[in-house]
């Protein structure tokens, strides 16, 4: 007997991907490629240069944070990466039958920042209860 089990990124958090890395940039005021490195976060020269470009054009320039931001979520989190939107389209299309599939898609709310047990329970349960009434 086969069996597939695929986990990814959820409608939810793919949603909040941009929200939740620009969150982390400015909690850590990152405004410079030497930022970056300060936080031990060591990018490639394509990388680099795709987002100087953005940030030094003399038309519409924009700061480091939101040129940074945009092309680290494009660049890993894009329409072209599987998510929870990509892999339902797939299935309902009938990829992968007649293999049960066990499909896990992780929401938002599993994103944490630090905050205390107690916050996060608390996030989760509100999670829960928004998925149950959604149903």
């Known amino acids: 007997m086969s069996l597939g089990i695929i986990i990814t990124r959820g409608s939810s958090l793919q949603a909040a991907m941009k929200r939740l890395v620009r969150r982390f940039v400015d909690?850590?005021?990152?405004?410079?490629?030497?930022?970056?490195?300060?936080?031990?976060?060591?990018?490639?020269?394509?990388?680099?240069?795709e987002v100087t470009k953005r940030v030094?054009?003399?038309?519409?320039?924009?700061?480091?944070?939101?040129?940074w931001v945009d092309h680290f979520v494009s660049d890993k989190f894009g329409a072209a990466t599987t998510h929870w939107g990509k892999l339902h389209d797939r299935?309902?299309?009938?990829?992968?039958?007649?293999?049960?599939?066990?499909?896990?898609?992780?929401?938002?709310?599993?994103?944490?920042f630090g905050e205390?047990?107690?916050?996060?329970?608390?996030?989760?349960?509100?999670?829960?209860?928004?998925?149950?009434?959604?149903e």
Do not use: W
Not at 27 to 48: A, P, Y
Not at 91 to 101: I, Y
Not at 121 to 129: C, T
């Open 27 to 49: 909690e850590h005021q990152v405004n410079s490629h030497d930022d970056m490195e300060r936080i031990g976060l060591n990018r490639t020269k394509r990388q680099i240069a």
């Open 56 to 67: 030094t054009r003399k038309k519409n320039p924009v700061p480091f944070r939101e040129a």
């Open 91 to 112: 299935v309902q299309r009938g990829v992968g039958n007649p293999c049960p599939l066990l499909l896990i898609g992780f929401p938002d709310v599993m994103v944490t």
């Open 116 to 134: 205390d047990e107690i916050e996060v329970k608390r996030l989760l349960e509100e999670a829960a209860q928004e998925a149950y009434s959604a």
